[in-house]
Each structure stands twice: as C-alpha cells, then as structure tokens.
C-alpha cells in the first residue's frame, strides 16, 4: 500500500520567554514564548507531522542552541536551520560542523537587513559550503532578489532556497496595498535549476479573510515558473501571529480549489522531503 505523503511545513520558530541565560538580541513579532513544546501542540492541533524550526535571527541572532534543545526533546518532528554570520572567519568549518549535527538539514543568510553586494566574500563562502556541505542555503532576500539571482549563477552546484515567496511580508495587518509588486523578479529565479521557494506566509499578503482567495492567482505564476517540485509550503509560524492563526495557515492550502491532489502533496511535503532529504520520524 502507498505510504500517505507526510504535512511538513517548511518556516517555523520557537522561542522562550527573554532571560538572562539566553538574552534575546532583539524581537519577533509574537507572544512572549513559543516553546517547542507550543509548537509541536500546534501541530498536532491541525495534523502537521513535521517542520523546518529555524532559528530566529531577531532573537538569538547566531545562536541555534535553543532549536537543538527542542530537537533534543523532539526527535524526528524537527528538522534544524539556523543563520550564519557572513562576518565569520571560519565560515567553512561553521558549516561543516554544522551539518554533521543530528537534525540539521539546512544554513541560513539574511541578506535583507544589509546592503551586500555579489561579491561580498562572506555570502559567497556560505553558499560555497552549503554546497560542499550538500545542505540547502535558505536566503531572506525581500528587496533583494536580483542580486540572490547574481548569486545563483555564480554558485549553481549549491541548492538555494528563497524564504517566504521572496517578497516584503507583513507582521501585522493590513497587508501592503501591492503585496506581489515584486512577483515579476520572483519568477525570474526560477531560471535557475539549483534555486526552489518557500510559499511560506503566503496568507499574510492576502486582502482578503481566511481562506485568502486572492493570492492564488499571484501564486500560480510561481507555481507555474518553478513547477511544485521546487515549491514548499509553510506558516512561518510565529511571525504571522497577529494576522492569521497557525490552523488558518495550514487550512487555507487544504481547502483551496486552486490545487490538484498531487500538487498539495508535493507542495505541503513531498517537495521538501526531497529538497531537504528530510521526513518527521526520523530521529537524526
């Protein structure tokens, strides 16, 4: 009998509350904590059997030390993503070690809160070990996606994945007058192969209640550029708190009748199972 394609979602984040053992750098929009515990209650909630946990860059910056712990606790419903500093001296030996660690299944660059260029010798050395590391580079690139393309190019042998749509979301309502004014730039990196997408908070740029009938059209064009082979689904949960719940997050994309079976079960998990070489269950 066929094994049923498992719910993975590709961006979500956990947190404790601010203490002087782990300071936060800075803030998320959210509650006060959002524990592993929490999420993987939210979850379970709605029949999501795995996610992406990536570190959150506003709290603890470079710091993935909490997301092990909740991997830890977890087994095999996480698999672990955190940044790394383009300022670093020891980039490749960052990496390496990094994606020896059981439940790694990715790195992160945060190329929009900085005015980098293409041959900011940081970046590339990220995506160079990524590459050598055979893990997928995540990149948050809103405002930036000519120079993520640039980057592309120059480093084809390393699987790039585009964090939330490639586009400015919101953290609280309402949504930008043009939410997708920047599609155009976004289906352009579909031009090349090593480079897939996160459809992750998608919801947060409709106009429009639940269920968001008026990002399907936008989402096509992508859909139709990249094929739902490099298209992965996800909340990022909890940025997206104050302007849709997780169950709403996840619901908006099962009941929508703008997807074929086969496409949701690729685009809410069979994709990122190949993309990431990673499924809920597995304990490393």
Known sequence: MATQTPTIDSQVHAYERNRPERPWSGTLQGPDEVTGDDMVAAMDAVGVDGALLVSPYSMYRYDASYALEVHAKHPGRFGLIKPFDPQSEAIADEIAEWAETPGVVGARIMLTYDSYEADDPGINQILLAGGQAAIPVNVMCSGKLPLLSELARRHSETRIVVDHVGLVQPHEPPAPPEPFADLDNVVSLAAHDNVAIKISGAGTLSHQPFPYTDIWEPLGKIFDAFGFE???????????????????????????????????????????????????????
Do not use: H
Request: proline share 2%.
């Open 230 to 284: 490099r298209c992965m689904w996800g909340t990022d949960w909890t940025r997206a708190v104050e302007l849709l719940t997780y169950e709403q997050g996840v619901e908006a994309f099962r009941v929508t009748d703008q997807l074929s079976d086969s496409e949701r079960s690729a685009l809410m998990g069979g994709t990122l199972e190949k993309i990431y070489n990673w499924s809920p269950g597995r304990g490393g």
